[in-house]
């Protein structure tokens, strides 16, 4: 009995690694938007109850197995599948929105019992958000924090008081305890630039100079803290101010944008500045929680990619159209732009960036050279050799 336990850990342990069980028949049947629908048959003991519901919980581990396995890749870490073994394995009916058992019975001296299952894809996504693994999945986004400030005191005619650095270092520091990358954007007079950019309303400049600094993701933030009228506190006469952040949060490479929010607090008194910080805690968590839902609709459903294809003619670059069409999870394939050799190419697909790219390098009759990947964008050449 305790070597039988023992062999079946294992396997249960190689399904980690493995995608098809050795005594699992699994398949991935049909999904949408908060659920997906499989296969799967789990053993256990033959010849008791016991047995049978052993059976069912290892089909159920299965199913969420399946599930899990949408969003690991070969950088997670042993720690990270430490905690998904901890976290959700052992509480695995609770990411189960329904099953129907599809057979059971005696089979090769074990007890089987196969269901369809559809598993609770948001909910084991938000979960798995905590581990850090929807972020290793987008290959780990890197991030720049800009914040300019409109801090006007309406006494002096609107003239802009001294920025806030506060707020800015506060989101960075939570970004970095979530496990994000951070991009400081470097010399002063760099971050003066984008700032300035972002005051004139240019947030599609703003993205390309955070790009060329090496960020994913923009966040652009303001803070507005308005003269709102002396006050009296404790007999004397004290100016306030209001609070208030905005947030926007921008891919840099096809400007879409990820989220979109503010908070206010009651004004408070020019030094005063903790409102400020827990209107910024409360609106980065709802950025973070947005970031990653996006994320999560990136990985699990079709998103789309820029292919920017160079040193190709007009022929090839129409034969490289139909190639991509003909990978398996790409949806519509449409030409941007073609000058000068270059094609700029959107492609809708259901997976992250580096599977895409491993796909367009595998192809074969257009040999292409992957040459770079970066946010959303593969940057591909024409190989000429033969």
Known sequence: MGRFFFTLKVIVLLSFVVPCSLLAQDS???SDAEGKKVVVTGTGENGSAKGRDQALDDALRRAVEQGVGVYITSE????????VEDRIYSESRGYIREYTIVREGEKNGLYEVQISAVVKMAKLAKDLESIGIIIRKKQNPRIMVVLYSREV???FFGVALQGNRNAENQIEGILLAKGFQAVDAG????KKQIEAILLQDDPAMANKLAKDFGAEVLVEGEVRREFAGD??????SMRFFSNEIRLKAFETDTGKLLFSGFQTRPPSGVEATLPLEEATAKLTAEMI????????????QASNFQLILSGASYGEMSNVLE????IRGVGAVTLRSYQSGIAQINVNFKGVLQDLGEKI?????????ITGLQGNTIDVKLSKSL
């Open 76 to 83: 997670t870490t042993v720690e990270q599948m430490m905690l």
């Open 361 to 369: 390098s595998q192809l074969q009759g257009p040999k292409l050279e």
């Open 187 to 190: 010399q002063v007079k760099r």
């Open 289 to 300: 929680s947005g970031i990653l839902e996006q994320w999560r609709k990136d990985v699990y």
């Open 153 to 155: 005191d309406s006494s």
């Open 231 to 236: 006050r009296r506190v404790m007999g004397r």
């Open 28 to 30: 991935h049947q049909d």
């Open 323 to 326: 190639r991509v069409r003909e």
